[in-house]
Each structure stands twice: as C-alpha cells, then as structure tokens.
C-alpha cells in the first residue's frame, strides 16, 4: 500500500523559514515522481517542486531561489527546506508520487504565513 505522510506545517512569520518531510511507502520511494503541491484557500492545486524522471528537478516560478526540494534514500524522505516565506505562500501542502502511473497524495499539513 502506499503511504504518504507529511509533517513540519505551523504558523510563521514573514520571511521566516520552515522544513516539511514527507515520509513515503519504501518500495515506491526510489521508482516514484515525487514532489510537493500547495492549495491556498479559494485556488487551485499547484505545483511547488518535485523531482522527475531521471532525478531532474522543476519548481514553480513563485518559489525558485527561495524554496528547495531534497530526497534522503536512506530515510525514505522528501523534504521542502521554505525560505524567505511570504504570506502568499499560506496553504495547505501535499506530497505527491507518481507509482505505476497513478498520482498518490499525502493528507497535507498546513502552513500559515503570518505576523
């Protein structure tokens, strides 16, 4: 069965930083696309970044330079190291794997950009 979990959401303020980990099913952890989305309340699901086929690496626009997604094989973890956070960046984000051709998503934690 695969499982995502993801963790590390909260409340911050502008310009500060946090990490979300998202643990993943170990047999699909090393074959899966995988990678974080965002919903911000009243929009669409969107990408924030995620590795690809062939271990490349895509970000949204919106986060580049300040967001950084990394994959520890041994822990079987996905992380997004947020940066120079901005209200904007408030939403709810999710973990995604692609396995076997179907898209798996994780429950989502929260995070609240605010003073």
């Known amino acids: 069965q695969v499982q995502l979990v993801e963790s590390g959401g909260g409340l911050v303020q502008p310009g500060g930083s946090l990490r979300l980990s998202c643990a993943a099913s170990?047999?699909?952890?090393?074959?899966?696309?995988i990678g974080w989305y965002r919903q911000a309340p009243g929009k669409q699901r969107e990408l924030v970044a995620t590795?690809?086929?062939?271990?490349?690496?895509a970000y949204a626009d919106s986060v580049k330079d300040r967001f950084t997604i990394s994959k520890d094989n041994a822990k079987n973890t996905v992380d997004l190291q947020m940066n120079s956070l901005k209200p904007e960046d408030t939403a709810v984000y999710y973990c995604?794997?692609?396995?076997?051709?179907?898209?798996?998503w994780g429950k989502g934690t929260l995070v609240t950009v605010s003073s």
């Open positions: 995604r794997a692609v396995y076997g051709g179907n898209p798996y």
């Open positions: 170990g047999r699909i952890f090393s074959t899966a696309t």
């Open positions: 590795f690809t086929i062939g271990a490349n690496i």
